[in-house]
């Protein structure tokens, strides 16, 4: 059977890209969702002639008759209702943020002037109109866009909510997400293994890596057993949006996931991509669910979800999802088999620049080997010889 | 008053540093937290010698003899007990992931071979000893440490964690951080301010930097009265180990933080930077207690937590403190002042190489400013061009 491409399977997934929705959330738990509403200014920013320094307040046409010492009348402070000065040739004591007194039309701050019994004298020959003072609207106007729809909210984004009083903001909602492990050899965490068996681990895996995408997955064991498989899968695909398995995709007696699905009726868009780690990965849909069947190795589940379930989301809810991260390979590197690698390196930054150092592995059992890199380097097939200094697509996970 | 370097400032920061104890928690709760002990392998990674094809196991020797139609014997599937190889003339299939049957030495994959009738006819003229075999402890052997103590959590090490049977895990406790702010112009998101007044989002913009370092912060707010100052902070440093404060540090008439914090023992170990924006920084101590009072204004406090928070944190949680994030500045830029400039800038990658656009702003007060960059890049004090092309240290928030 002929082999998909990588870059052909990951245009089949995003092809298939779905929408899950809408919903709206207090903003302080929006971190990490991505907007679905673009958020206008209430009001000018700043909403006042705002003061930015402390200091006094006084009309430059006064200083320009040329009046230096200048009574004070008042303290405005920030919070404070405006005031007015009375006479123009006072000044009133004005404080960082607060509204710039009627009447006045520049602030000079405290370490420029003197101040003595009541009176202030401006050590300057000059001043200059609006002198420390933050027009209003200058940063931006009333209902100006301030952040446009399918942005991802962080901090940044946080505060411009509080500011324009979005206490609840419109979100794409996640998708729900079941992760499903197969194979008799799993047992579970808590659990000690006998010789034959190991711990169950991709599902957690995958969890984690979903949970940078602050999506909260479900996990869900099945042993190989035929109708086991298809009942609780039928039952999973009326339940979720997506479904994640890792393992039994390839040519074992036991590999019964693509022949389950097909008999629930998924269709498969394709089996076998032209890669390593991760080979046997199966792709495929029913109407609006989507299945990715990830090969069993931790390394080729790991790569997988990386390189074919985050763009799918990417795109599923809104935000950019081709990536454009890429780095320097750091040192030659030989790889024979037709076939798209993702080579495992460790990143470093040097002067702006991002080197991928590859970091030798035992293969995709080793899950040991993810700890002691930071990304994948994707090298093309239909290469071996991978040059120190030439630029590759990356896929980071820390 | 002279000054604090930028330099200066982070190094009194970081000579201050506390550490917050360890507390076991669940792995699955794990993800972002520093681990607190070296992750060992409880027995070899594979634990034996197993299968990585499906395909047919047989012993070498039998092949060498000259032998290529195998009678099958059985099934040694991943997750059942080990088989032996009853007859040397024989051949079992063998799942990926299954240990490798006692009595044989290579397995070939189904491409390579062909079943009838019973038998596993081999079309190869040669076989290697151990030919997809994946041998017991070729990635790992037992008691190798896996993850060292200090390690930030991801799901690469969530899922060696599961896989050695960690459960729990020992992490570094977190901060409890009460982040205040005062000034009697700020009002509540879910409400409408007077012209003079502003809502309060400072301290929703710091709990979300927190979140990322997966702190979880409270926050409150305290009028510009001294006595009312006093009471609040003074059981806040009782109750946290962290105090963070936007606003009230520079000169106006209401700004006692530095005022109340001395009354209170707190002992100033710096106030005011040579930085812009964030110049009326301050920094103090209280025993093991740590008050980071930022200027009230926007930019200068998200810049503030960056560039001396995350740092100040990291190093106290026992991870690398000392940023090697940096970026190519992609404009000539000027900035007169002698004082150390956090310009924001968009970020765009390039053939592995980082680069840093400016994005003009309207100064401290243009919070909507930071959500058109994605970071800081550090331009020193003491120079005024900056060159396109040169690399500056960066501090990112996306």
Redesign the interface.
């Known amino acids: 059977m002929e082999l998909t491409t990588v870059k052909d399977a990951l245009t089949i997934i995003l092809n298939n890209s779905e929408e899950f929705g809408i919903e709206e959330i207090e ?2 738990h929006s ?1 990490g969702r991505v907007l679905k509403e673009n958020i206008v ?1 209430d009001r000018d ?4 002639n ?1 003061v ?1 320094m ?2 006094v307040a006084f009309s430059s046409k006064a200083f320009n008759e040329g009046i230096r010492k200048f009574k004070i009348e008042g ?1 405005q ?6 005031l007015t000065l009375k006479n123009e040739h006072h000044c009133i ?1 004005a ?5 710039l007194p009627n009447n006045t039309d520049v602030v000079i ?3 420029l002037i003197t101040i003595e019994n009541g009176f202030a004298t401006i050590n300057l020959d000059t001043v200059k109109k609006y002198q420390n003072v ?1 027009l209003k609207g ?3 106007k009333k209902n100006d866009v ?2 446009s729809k399918n ?2 909210i ?14 609840k903001v419109k979100v794409g909602k996640q998708p729900r997400v079941m992760i499903v492990s197969t ?4 047992v579970e ?14 599902v ?6 979903l ?2 995408l602050n999506i909260k997955a479900e996990t869900s064991h099945i042993l ?1 057993d035929k109708d086991t498989l298809q009942t609780n899968i039928q039952s999973f695909l009326k339940d979720n949006d997506v479904l994640l398995f890792s393992g039994a995709v ?6 019964f996931i693509p022949e389950v699905l097909d008999n629930l009726g998924v269709e498969k868009l394709f089996h076998k991509v032209k890669q390593r780690p991760g080979k046997p990965f199966w792709f495929g849909k029913k109407g609006a669910k989507t299945v990715f069947a990830f090969p ?1 190795n ?1 390394v080729s589940t ?1 790569v997988s979800c990386l390189k074919y379930f985050y763009p799918w989301y990417n795109k599923s809810i809104g935000l950019n999802f081709e990536s ?5 390979l750091n040192e030659d590197f030989y790889f024979k088999p037709n076939l798209t690698y993702f080579l495992q390196v460790k990143l ?2 040097e ?5 991928a150092t590859p970091i030798a ?3 995709s ?7 002691d890199s930071d990304a994948f380097l994707e090298l093309p097939h239909n290469r071996s010889n991978f040059i120190k200094g030439e ?1 590759f697509p990356l896929l980071t ?2």
Do not use: C, W
């Open positions: 903003f302080m971190a200014a920013f700043p909403p006042f705002r930015s402390d200091g303290i402070a920030a919070g404070s209702k405006q004591e404080m960082t943020g607060a509204m701050q405290y370490e933050h200058l940063d931006r301030l952040i942005t991802i962080s901090a940044a984004e946080i505060g411009v909510l509080a500011t324009v009083g979005k206490s194979g008799n050899e799993l965490v808590t659990e000690t293994p006998a010789e034959h068996q190991i711990r169950r681990s991709n957690y895996t995958l969890v984690a890596l949970e940078k190989d390839s040519k074992g007696k036991f590999d069993g931790p790991f454009k991260h890429e780095a320097i470093n930054q002067n702006g620049k991002l080197l592995g035992k293969g059992g080793d899950l040991a080997n993810l700890i630029v996970y820390r």
